[in-house]
């Protein structure tokens, strides 16, 4: 099958969070399995620096771009996957990130940027731009790319499209006089399209037409047809239930991998477990904490949103230190979590390090070196940092939710006898339902055996690609089987 692949980040290119892991990894594993997958992405002024050996593949009249947009094309790094960057420097070309400035505000233009990205997803994918190649199936992520199944349903013979929901709190939410100024078709404008409570929606976009829809686990799947995490889009996404399939992220082992790591000080594997020691007290003197193998080393790794509770942590710091436990974060977001934590870590220097900012290769020292991983998150569609943890030995204690509860065993009196415990799960979003389970993981972390045996399991758990790829093809298969049948109803077409 040709499949174009579209994803507002991909790693190592650019990344602001877990879907740039996936889109840096879920390509490869398919073109594994001898698809031909290619992956387009906006050109950012940080991946025009960065890609290598990047050719013009075309150029593109877009509707409401006063100059040609260029489609360079490469390989995304580390694999043989082809990439398309869509370069429209007046959109893509600034410094900042891929959707806010440098101070973090949402820039301006973004609705006219992703709606310029969709467009010219649409191009290649009705094989409109000369490159001599057209996809069976357009994969979008997230609401960037939300308007594309809306162009392709309104396009004769166009390819199928799959649209996979990362996060449905990000809904790319416009006003009335943005969704005018993009000059898109007026009928767009209504509740039974991409209209949502007088706002202009692009995830509707995806929700209402793509052929299929999936998110990033099962248990997100089912939780975001419920009113706690649906937003108001539970009645369509129940509607869509048929069509709507939970696909577990996986776990990229060529990156993540301790027994591999060029990033950790020393690489360690299951059998050789002491040196995961060695990495703890690097740790240790890197955030200037008192280096004690004894101390229970806690580690959190995130974006400083309301999503990954991390007001919860804030709540148990003092319990963390009267236990004599430390803990190591490395984060950056909303600038009032950012000041508690370090306001925390100067009241109490011996127990609590902090890195405010972004930082790949401490991401992978932590893992490596922390005992415990703390992602107590209020919803997490799938999530990767425990999966990395697992790997790592770095036990996590997790709130049970989306890809979460999917991925990590309670440690129970059951669980350690058949010897499948892999973490600590707590239910309530709650900093007392937090703490309970990090009483748990600490009693247990004082009995080397079990806790031996926990690390050590979750370090044998598989999440990598090879299966989630495979699902994917698998769906990819079924849903071009059913859009050839229902090709005879589609529309004509649209410029
Ligand atoms: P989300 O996509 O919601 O942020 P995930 O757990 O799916 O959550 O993915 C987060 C990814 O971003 C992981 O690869 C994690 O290591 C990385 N990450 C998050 N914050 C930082 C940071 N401050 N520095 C380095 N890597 C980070
Ligand atoms: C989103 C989610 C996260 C998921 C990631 C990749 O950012 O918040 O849970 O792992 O996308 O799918």
Known sequence: MNILFASSEAHPLIKTGGL???????????????????????????????????????YLDLEGVSQPVRILSGRLPGGNVKLYLVDSPSHFDRAGNPYTSRSGSPWPDNAERFTVFCRAIHALAVNAAG??????????????TGLVPVMLRETSAAPASIFTIHNLAYQGLFDW???????????????????????????????????????????????????????????????????????????????????RDLHIPVQFNPRSLFHKTENKRALQEHFSLPVDNAVPLFAVISRLVEQKGIDLILEILPDLVKQNAQLVILGSGDNKLEAALRLA??????????????????????????????????????????????????????????????????????????????????????????????????????????????VITGMRQDFSWKRSAQQYVELYARVMARQQNAQPLRKTVIQ
């Open 20 to 58: 740039a892991d996936v889109s840096g990894s879920l390509p490869r594993a398919i073109l594994g399995l001898r698809h031909d997958i290619r992956v387009i992405i906006p050109a950012y002024r940080e991946i025009l620096r960065y890609a290598e050996h990047l050719t013009l593949a075309a």
């Open 131 to 144: 490159l001599d190649w057209q996809p069976d199936i357009v994969h979008c992520n997230d609401w960037q």
């Open 177 to 259: 006089k943005t969704f005018q100024s993009l000059k898109l078709p007026a009928d767009w404008w209504s509740v039974d399209a991409l209209e949502f409570h007088n706002k202009f929606s692009f995830i509707k976009g995806g929700l209402i037409y793509a052929d299929w829809l999936t998110t990033v686990s099962p248990t997100y799947a089912d939780e975001i047809c419920t009113p706690e995490f649906g937003y108001g889009l539970e009645g369509l996404l129940n509607h869509r239930k048929e069509t709507l399939t939970g696909i577990l992220n996986g776990g990229d082992y060529t990156i993540w991998n301790p027994g």
């Open 345 to 454: 870590s100067t009241r109490h220097p011996e127990h609590i390090g902090i890195h405010i900012g972004y930082d790949e290769v401490l991401a992978h020292h932590i893992e490596a070196g922390a005992d415990i991983f703390l992602m107590p998150s209020r919803f997490e569609p799938c999530g990767l940092n425990q999966i990395y943890s697992l790997r790592y030995g770095t036990v996590p204690v997790v709130r049970s939710t989306g890809g979460l509860a999917d991925t990590v065993v309670d440690t129970t009196p059951e669980t350690l006898e058949d010897k499948t415990a892999t973490g600590f799960r707590f239910h309530t979003a709650s900093a007392s339902a937090l703490w309970g389970a990090v009483e748990r993981a600490l009693d247990h972390y004082r009995k080397p055996e079990s806790w031996a045996q926990i």
